[in-house]
């Protein structure tokens, strides 16, 4: 059974950093895009940023350029969130997703999704 386990959330004051972790298992996801969605309350979910499986091709949301940073180890089946310059209105449940995807940041395109881990960044 393929799952996805998040890791990494927790309280952090605004300016502090954290780095997310995305563990897959139950299949090799080495030939599929990986993606980190965010979900505040009341709010839709949103794309955060995505890598292909091959590495080549990157996204990230406008929101989080130049201070977010995704990177995967597909020897390990992680994919990582380096988060830096964290703002309150980061705060939101983080979600890791997977998919055989033509568009990174559409949403619909991934078949895989984690449970999601909490960043709640403080003023």
């Known amino acids: 059974q393929e799952q996805l386990v998040e890791s990494g959330g927790r309280l952090v004051q605004a300016g502090g950093s954290l780095r997310l972790s995305c563990e897959a298992s139950?299949?090799?996801?080495?030939?599929?895009?990986m993606g980190w969605f965010r979900q505040a309350p009341g709010k839709e979910r949103e794309f955060v940023a995505a890598?292909?499986?091959?590495?080549?091709?990157?996204s990230y949301a406008n929101s989080v350029k130049g201070r977010f940073t995704i990177s995967r180890d597909n020897a390990k089946n992680t994919v990582y969130l380096q988060m830096n310059s964290l703002k309150p209105e980061d705060t939101a449940v983080y979600l890791c997703?997977?998919?055989?995807?033509?568009?990174?940041?559409?949403?619909?395109?991934?078949?895989?999704w984690g449970q999601g881990t909490q960043v709640t960044v403080s003023s």
């Open positions: 997703a997977a998919g055989k995807v033509a568009v990174l940041d559409e949403i619909y395109e991934y078949d895989y």
């Open positions: 139950g299949r090799t996801f080495s030939t599929y895009t």
């Open positions: 890598k292909s499986w091959s590495g080549g091709a990157t």
